[in-house]
């Protein structure tokens, strides 16, 4: 296995430029996780009304980390887990968001369209996948709970802020250069489809009694 | 000496905490028999963080993945086991407790369909089926937790005196819809026949098969065998960041129905999980 290297976050641009596809990564610094459709609605919904948010998403790392926060008896935030959810189910507001602010680093697992990948060319940003069903190492990245806001949702949509070291190992799955490691796969798929299914009819046919 | 309510209760709530923390024994050698052969970069480092993960929560005693999913259990009633109490209120009070004392507790996962409140409670949660095993002398529980991650993708679509090569198709329209989405590699579970209901049935039944076992009729073995060969070539690999190894097996099962034939398909990501016990009249209890 790659060692990987270690990335700051928030990205600066060039810094989020430089990162190549393939490329294996560890995250220090600051996060903000969430992973609910109704969260990426209300952070839509209030950028277009001009509200100010809870946090500053502004060239931030927007990952689709599910986690479980609460408070401890003294009323300080904690976290006790995190894992990535698929991102695909974001795809129709991650244009949006990334353009609104400028994200650096998005992530999750399962990759976003190509919609998604144009909005992080232009504003110099990657997609970040982790392992599904990573949890018990990725939780232990955790290292400090700075923030959890709009506290009425439920925890996994809830927007939290988080200090984190050595957050990975995660895979640049898609670059600041509309180059998609997701869409690669599935072009090769396509192409490979009809010949995949020519040669299972004739096998099944072989096999028929 | 009877199976009695306490001991359902107990077995249901162990059976949840430990398909949360831990892989399944025949899915950890799946692992490394694909590590074995993947040639894609990218894919073996993912089964290696695979790995890494499952020994992780072995050691820290955690969940392998944060959604905890739908509570589901399969129960197999032996004709000759007796019974005490309600089977059916034990495994919902067996959750109950689950959820009152796992460390660290889980998610509220459980949806209500049509208001989209979630919590850990809902309309006939946990999911239970219930099916007869003549003659034996024990209770079986499966516990199979699905999330959302895999239980998205199932499918199922009713075909007229369809061809083979229109199942198969069908199979392989479904992993395509899929992509790189379902957290692979999976095993997918395959229904072919009955009616709506049984073929979603037999589907996961047939996913819930332990890997590495031969189908005993040969037809379908053989079908079983074209058609992971089908999905491996699709080049979706583990995470779906390209790899040899999409899945680590297809099940097949089918039933006779009538012209009208449903095909269902389902899939389990790679954590494959699914918890078994059986429960003998004497009070033994076997995992497995």
């Known amino acids: 296995m790659d060692e990987g290297y270690t990335i700051e976050c928030p990205l600066t641009e060039d810094r989020a430029r430089k990162l190549k596809l393939g490329d294996m990564v560890y995250l220090n610094g600051e996060i903000i996780i969430t992973a609910g459709l109704s969260s990426f609605k ?51 507001h991650m244009p949006s968001i990334i353009r609104m602010f400028r994200l650096r680093a998005v992530g999750g697992k399962g990759g976003l369209d190509m919609e998604c990948a144009r909005a992080m060319k232009e504003t110099g940003c990657v997609y970040l996948s982790f392992l599904g069903a990573g949890s018990p190492f990725l939780s232990s990245s955790i290292r400090e709970v700075i923030s959890v806001d709009w506290n009425d949702l439920v925890t996994t949509y809830r927007l939290v802020r988080l200090r984190v070291e050595g957050l990975g190992p995660a895979i640049v799955s898609i670059d600041s250069h509309g180059n998609s490691i997701y869409e690669n796969v599935r072009l090769g798929l396509e192409e490979r489809f009809p010949h995949i299914i020519d040669s299972l009819c004739a096998a099944g046919t072989k096999g028929k009694k | 000496m009877p199976v009695t309510y306490d001991l359902v209760k107990t077995i249901s709530k162990v059976l949840y905490e430990r398909s949360l923390k831990s892989v399944p024994d025949d899915t950890v050698r799946a692992l490394h028999r694909s590590l074995a052969i993947e040639t894609n970069e990218l894919a073996r480092t993912n089964l290696e963080m695979m790995l890494k993960s ?15 999913g739908v509570p589901q259990y399969s129960v197999k009633i032996g004709t000759r ?14 959750f109950g407790e689950l959820v009152e004392t796992i460390d660290p507790p889980i998610l509220e996962h459980i949806t209500n369909p049509l208001t989209l409140e979630r919590g850990h409670k809902g309309k006939d949660v946990p999911l239970v089926d219930f099916d007869l095993v003549y003659d034996a002398d024990y209770i079986e529980l499966i516990c199979s937790p699905k999330g959302l991650g895999s239980g998205q993708w199932a499918d199922l679509q009713i075909f ?10 069908y199979v392989m329209e479904c992993v395509r819809k899929a992509g790189s989405q379902h957290c692979p590699p999976v095993v997918i579970g395959v229904g072919i026949g009955g009616t709506f209901d049984y073929a979603a049935k037999i589907a996961k039944e047939a996913l819930l098969r ?20 089908a999905v491996n070539e699709t080049g979706i690999g583990a995470m779906g960041t390209g790899g040899d190894i999409t899945a680590f097996a297809v099940h097949v099962n089918y039933a006779a129905g009538h012209g009208f034939t449903p095909v269902a398909v389902c899939f389990n990501c790679w954590i494959n999980r699914r918890m078994s016990a059986r429960i003998f009249n004497n009070g033994t209890v076997e995992y497995y």
């Open chain 1, 42 to 92: 209300r952070i839509i919904d209030f950028a277009e009304s001009g509200k100010s948010l809870p946090v500053d998403l502004n060239n931030a790392a927007l990952l689709h980390l599910v986690n479980y926060n609460r408070r401890t008896a003294e009323g300080k935030p904690e976290v006790l887990y995190l894992n990535p959810t698929t991102s695909t189910r974001f795809n129709q």
């Open chain 2, 54 to 68: 499952i020994e992780a929560a072995g050691q820290r005693k955690c969940l392998i993945c944060a959604d905890s």
């Open chain 2, 81 to 94: 086991v007796v019974v005490e109490g309600d089977i059916r209120k034990a495994i919902a009070d067996g």
């Open chain 2, 160 to 169: 007229s005196f369809p061809a083979l090569e229109v199942i198969e198709g």
């Open chain 2, 210 to 229: 332990p890997l590495g076992t031969q189908n005993p009729d040969p037809f379908l073995a053989a079908m079983e065998g074209r058609l992971l060969k």
